[in-house]
């Protein structure tokens, strides 16, 4: 490029660093706290100007990073100008044990562990299926995202209901799906959830799995997920309905629209945000102003935590406790999940926008080794025989899963016409948990006053 002139671009939000403030445990979001006390004037109202109500939001990471994202812009020997990111920070920082969850059995934390390497090794296989050309269109990886996929989903009760985004591909893998089912549905196989009638993992399972399809529009199964909440509670059922949300589509206004409905009606909702540090090419500074995504729950006057999205444990024990929540009618609860995703947007995006740093920094808390470590050396449950064994039988799974898959056949052309509309005899559609309970009312409507025709 020869010499180059270089010029840093304030970010929007001032180069203000991110997920480096450290919150405490000891107040939970809602609970005001008055820091002056005021005298008072007539009708017990305060007279001094500082009457300010502060929130605290759990935060039970066991590390912060402090980093700054800018944009420095610089001039080939053309004149031309290139833009490219800049991450400042600590990031030699000894990576946190996992912290001990206060729910999980040895059993349960070992099958935890067992799904997040089905989901890395069946993902790794979708990345050669495509290579090999047998994919149809693009595959969408949540490398770095299985702790949170997979502890989430498990603390889900059977009865409970979910809707997984395109990277949450680990939680049908809990919910009882087979690795063929998503590697079929990519190649677009007749035997394919969908019948080969889509290429991604948009479909879902209403009748045996509480499974709603994943959505592109991104926000809208939040608002789609609090309409499922209320027609179980309409039902007399007070259920869970989890979905996940990017950082990205957390801007979205649907999502607004969707937690604020869930909030009012305090509806069973819990909603993950994977806080994934870039939203396809754009860096979290340059997305929204708050430090942390969780202050945003603040506005809905509904309880958020803060997790390390990396850490099976801290995203267990939230989602459990709040599906305790949900089953006990106190209404939504907002989940930050803190972590990055290690891939670009899709397969055909290399992420080149991300600085090396970040992910040379992320990829030493990669969710699978460290549970691994917590497993064998922390907690010892697991001698290295036994983890050996393990993978190995996962591999044969996911090695079976994959033949399955390809010697499926592709649809037939005649196919492509049916099972496009519900036709007539297609299915019952009928209330899941009982008819809904509604207030007596008269037996009709009285007419109040005439139609009106405006011109």
């Known amino acids: ?55 605290s939001i759990p935060d ?3 590390e912060h990073p402090n980093f700054t994202v800018r944009q420095v812009a ?3 020997k053309h004149g031309d100008e290139h833009v490219r990111y800049e991450v400042t920070g600590d990031r030699d920082v000894p990576v946190p044990h996992i912290r001990d969850s206060k729910y999980l059995s040895k059993e349960q934390a070992i099958e935890i562990y067992r799904y997040m390497l089905l989901n890395r090794k069946m993902e790794i296989a979708l990345e050669n299926l495509y290579k090999q050309g047998k994919v149809v269109g693009g595959v969408y990886f949540g490398l770095g995202q ?5 502890a989430s989903s498990y603390a889900l009760d059977k009865d409970d209901w979910f809707a997984p985004m395109i990277r ?8 009882g799906f087979g690795a063929s089912d998503v590697m079929m549905q990519y190649m677009a196989k007749a035997d394919s959830p969908t019948k080969g009638r889509d290429g991604t993992s948009h479909f879902g399972d209403i009748e045996k799995r509480n499974m709603v399809s994943p959505i592109s529009m991104l926000g809208d199964l939040i608002p789609v997920m609090s309409g499922v909440a209320l027609g179980a509670r309409l039902q007399g059922r007070n259920l869970a309905v989890m979905t996940w949300i990017g950082d990205g589509g957390q801007s979205t206004g649907v999502t607004y629209e969707g937690i604020n409905f869930a909030a009012v009606q305090n509806l ?21 102003r ?19 999205g990396t850490d099976a444990c801290q995203v267990y024990d939230a989602v459990h406790e709040a599906v305790a929540r949900a089953h006990r009618g106190e209404g939504p609860t907002f989940i930050e999940a803190k972590m990055m995703r290690m891939k670009g947007h899709a397969i055909h995006d290399a992420a080149s926008y991300v600085p090396k740093e970040m992910f040379e920094f992320w ?9 691994e470590n917590y497993l064998l050396k922390e907690k010892k449950w697991m001698t290295g025989k036994e983890n050996a064994d393990l993978i190995a039988d996962v591999e044969r799974v996911i090695e079976e899963e994959r033949e399955i898959a390809v010697n499926s056949p592709m649809p037939t052309p005649e196919s492509a016409e049916g099972g496009v509309f519900c036709e007539e005899g297609c299915h019952e559609i009928k209330p899941k948990y009982g008819m809904p309970k509604v207030k007596k009312g008269t037996a009709g409507y009285k007419e109040t006053e005439a139609t009106v025709h405006l011109k």
């Open 60 to 62: 039970y990471r066991l």
């Open 1 to 55: 490029m020869g010499n180059s002139k270089k010029k840093s671009k304030a970010g929007s939000n001032g180069n203000r660093p991110r997920n480096g403030a450290s919150r405490s445990n000891s107040q939970l979001l809602g609970k005001a706290v008055r820091p002056f006390d005021s005298a008072q004037g007539e009708n017990g109202a305060p007279t001094s100007n500082h009457d300010v109500r502060t929130y």
């Open 363 to 371: 990829k030493k808390r990669d969710p699978i080794a460290r549970f």
């Open 74 to 76: 610089e001039k080939d």
């Open 268 to 288: 069973g909702l819990v909603l993950v945000v994977e806080s994934n540090e870039w939203a396809y090419s754009t860096p979290s500074e340059m997305q929204y």
């Open 168 to 175: 949450n591909q680990g939680s049908l893998l809990v919910r």
């Open 146 to 150: 299985e702790a949170c996929s997979c």
């Open 290 to 308: 708050c430090q942390d995504l969780a202050e945003r729950a603040i506005g809905y006057g509904i309880p958020a935590v803060i997790v390390d």
